[in-house]
């Protein structure tokens, strides 16, 4: 029985994937149609993996937008999880700045980058802002809420013991919050792929982003295919190496994996 | 027994919590005097206030009347002994870590205070469990582990609020056997609380029944028994009769 539910678990994504490309196979069989075939997308992008386009390979491009976006995150981690437990921890730090915050958190992180391109260019400081605006955001949040819905029992636990207030923050709130932080981590590293992205679409000579645009003006459906794709995969994998991190860093939260 | 000194008095504790549907009414005129180095027992039904109390009591929570009066003055956090209900051990500190806390925040220097933290582990029996974190521990090693903290304080005052009242019957037997074992070897002023007759009966030099809505003390027994105590000895049982027959709540 349990062998035969592990099965079922194997097959199900595979078959999932494969409705997927099946459908999209009929689509791209069709008359006169835009859609790029799967074949043609592989093509595509094997070519590109080793031919440069704007003097780079498909990797090098990935590797330019991996930078900003890593640059960028390193920032917002730091400051993202300063700025949450300010606001969580202190109350007064929180009733003096989170109005500036919450007036900002609404505007969609692209809606800067006009403003940003003005300011500084069509170099890496634009795009690295802009990253660090979209991931910012759900880091601060994230934080914050996670200080704030701790059981106060725990915290009163602390006091009982003898932690006075900056104590209880790093004995008790901080830790109590990871998962929290953690979730807001994965969060803004979704968010800031997409800016990253989004700026490049607008203003750059490299990285995945401005790939999709050259296959626009070229007319190269397998081309923005391929550069969608990897865009996704990408994404995933740092997902994934996020929720690995997770279950080092809280392993109170999560099952030990043999 | 010998004449008794006073060590904590709580005078005409009341405490009235506002909600959204209005006052309830927890605690009135609650006065219980604890003496030094005995083994006190609060005992009372479900839901009738006996966290709140012990709250209060640890300075956790104000009364909305009444004072709690120390003789030694009134302890600095930290300076009690807390045994919790729902064991907020934390659940990101091994079983050493969560044990030297209080000594930890103080500033003791770790060699001393892993010493003094390992004493108390294997007095619990958790012996070799040092670096278990508590998803990896049992229910009852868990509150042992709450046990060990408290006493890790040094403090001369314990508080527990029901530290049994999730175990099995098997383990409860041999914790209540072992608190008190710890206790005669070192006596402290203790404070117990429990809803449970026969634990009550078993462990306390002194039970204080509390019941009525709002909860108030409504009677104060002495088990003139030996230690330890036979559960299934006449004068235990004359004693469990008579505090039940004085319980509005089925214990
Ligand atoms: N912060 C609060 N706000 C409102 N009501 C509260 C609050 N804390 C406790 N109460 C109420 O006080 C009553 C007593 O609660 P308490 O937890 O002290 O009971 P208890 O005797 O410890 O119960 P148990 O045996 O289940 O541990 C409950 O009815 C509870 O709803
Ligand atoms: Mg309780």
Redesign the pocket.
Known sequence: MKKFSNLIYAVLPVLGVGALIGVWTILSLQEGTLIPTPVETWERFLVIMTDPISKATLPVHVLVSLKRVLSAFGFAIVLGIITGVLFGWYPRVKALLSPIFELLRPIPPIAWIPLLILMFGIGEVPKILLVFIGAFIPIVMNTQSGIESIDPMLIKAGQSFGCNHRQLLFHVALPASTPAILAGIKMALSSGWMCVVAAEMIAAKQGVGFLIVRGQEAGDTALIVSCMLVIGVVSFLLSAILTKLEGVLCPWQFKKTK | MAVQKNKISMKNISKT?T?RTGD?S?LKDVSINVFENEFLVIL??????????MNILAGLEQPTGGEVVFADGTPKMGDLGIVF?KYYIYPWKNVMQNVELSQEVKGVDKKTRRESAQKYIDLVGLSGFEKSIPRELSGGMKQRVGIARAYATESDIMIM??PF?ALDAQTRYQMQEEILKIWEKKKRTVIF?T?NLEEAIYLGDRIILLGGSPTSVKAEYIPDMPRPRNYTSKEFLDLRNEIADNTDLAL
């Open positions: 919590f909600t309830v927890v009372g039904p479900g839901q009738c206030g006996k966290t709140v109390l209900q609020d029901e009242g609380v809803s």
